[in-house]
């Protein structure tokens, strides 16, 4: 896979994820246009608020894991990472748990673990908790994510991905295959197993 390409399948990513909020604003707006009775605008502004909520918390966490967040060598906050994927989760239908102690860690390793607990909710079909633990020392990150939930399933697909053996990655998979690029580059490697019905990823500084 070219950059090109894979650059293009992580914009696809990012359409997929904001097109759902965004277009329900889009119709909460068109029903305000359209209707006179009090109810119904209520229920279009809720929605309007609720889905331009979405959107922005999506566009908060994706600035950060996937995009170039700060210059090279620089520590981000792990207590405003927390905020972040509290956001992303907020109102859905995974439960976040997060024990991170309040930590500055390089920013490779901040944003293996912001896409490392998107994985683990990806994981959840029908929903659950994810339940994040990271490290005490800033010099030698290590996080245990696990989650849990009815059905809570890793594809051969994904696993292959995180692995870096996927041979056609494609726009559902580039996120797994971020989370294998970006183990490589904080040299570690992320393991993605299940175990007792749930799905547990652990990655440390080799």
Not at 95 to 119: E, F, G, I, R, S
Not at 120 to 138: F, I, K, N
Not at 176 to 187: C, D, E, I, N, R
Request: glycine share 10%; hydrophobic share 50%; proline share 4%.
């Amino acid at each position: 896979m070219t950059e090109i390409e894979f650059a293009a399948l992580m914009v696809s990513r990012v359409c997929h994820d904001l097109v759902g909020p965004l277009g329900a604003v889009v119709n909460g707006m068109e029903v305000l246009e359209d209707e006179r009775d009090p109810a119904m605008r209520g229920e279009a502004i809720k929605l309007v608020t609720v889905s331009a909520d979405q959107a922005l918390a999506r566009i908060q966490f994706m600035r950060i894991a996937f995009g170039a967040a700060g210059s090279a060598g620089a520590e981000l906050d792990l207590g405003e990472i927390g905020r972040l994927v509290t956001g992303l989760f907020a109102g859905g239908k995974v439960q976040l748990v997060w024990n991170v102690p309040k930590l500055y860690w390089a920013k490779d390793w901040a944003k293996l673990l912001m896409n490392a607990t998107l994985l683990a909710a990806d994981c959840l079909p029908r929903g659950g908790t994810v339940t994040v633990e990271a490290g005490s020392d800033p010099l030698s990150p290590s996080f245990h994510i696990r989650a849990e939930g009815l059905n809570a399933r890793v594809t051969e697909e994904v696993s292959q991905a995180v692995k870096g053996e996927a041979v056609n990655v494609d726009a559902r998979h580039v996120q797994p295959f971020l989370v294998y690029k970006l183990s490589q580059t904080v040299g570690t490697t992320v393991s993605v197993m299940p175990i007792d019905g749930a799905v547990e990823l652990i990655a440390a500084k080799g």
